[in-house]
């Protein structure tokens, strides 16, 4: 799914990817929600959450209200 956002310059390409679809894309700028849920909804959940978290080229940002997986919280938040 494809939207523009309108900012202040100009507008600016919004794409919504499942986390199941995002092997072999790349995108300036990447937003995973929930990264506990990822993990939690297939058996291979982990192995799914590096693919969305190596998507960015150049900013990641993790939004959650749940605990971390372990794996992530271990490198700290900030």
Do not use: W
């Amino acid at each position: 799914m494809s939207h523009s956002v309108n900012s202040a310059e100009e507008d600016v390409p919004l794409t919504v990817v499942p986390a199941t679809l995002a092997k072999g894309l790349e995108f300036d700028h990447v937003i995973v929600g929930e990264p506990a849920a990822i993990v939690a909804a297939e058996q291979r959940g982990l192995h799914r959450l590096y693919v969305v978290l190596t998507r960015a080229v150049s900013k990641l940002t993790v939004l959650h209200a749940e605990p971390l997986p372990a794996e992530l919280a271990a490198f700290g938040e900030s």
